[in-house]
Nanobody, 123 residues
Framework: QVQLVESGGGLVQAGGSVRLSCKAS????????MAWFRQAPGKEREFVAV??????TSVYADSVKGRFTVSRDDNTIYLQMGSLEPEDTAVYYC??????????????????WGQGTQVTVSS
């Protein structure tokens, strides 16, 4: 079992930055992929970034590549968000899931989800 709690969201001006945190408790995060998704009103949940359990390459959505960075420190996952745009406004969710044949860019392989944190970018 894994419990995930996001924090760090809020109101930020366009061009600014914010750092989201996802604190995990319960089982170890070893052997789990950790990801960030976001969802705006009336839209599907959208993949943002994933950091695999094994040492390797993190994957980013094209829309955030070069602006966002995902990292891990002990039992906390972070999403550093820079050069924010109004289009980044959404509820951001942390997710964890085991290795599977499903694409990590979709919500399907993730077993555990946080409650989300709102990020609003104003201009």
């Amino acid at each position: 079992q894994v419990q995930l709690v996001e924090s760090g969201g809020g109101l930020v001006q366009a061009g600014g930055s914010v750092r989201l945190s996802c604190k995990a408790s319960g089982r170890t995060l070893r052997f789990l992929n950790m990801a960030w998704f976001r969802q705006a009103p009336g839209k599907e949940r959208e993949f943002v970034a994933v950091i695999p359990w094994s040492a390797g390459t993190s994957v980013y959505a094209d829309s955030v590549k070069g602006r966002f960075t995902v990292s891990r420190d002990d039992n906390t996952i972070y999403l550093q968000m820079g050069s924010l745009e109004p289009e980044d406004t959404a509820v951001y969710y942390c997710a964890a899931g085991p290795i599977s044949t499903l694409s990590v860019r979709t919500p399907r392989p993730y077993t555990y989800w946080g409650q989300g944190t709102q990020v609003t970018v104003s201009s």
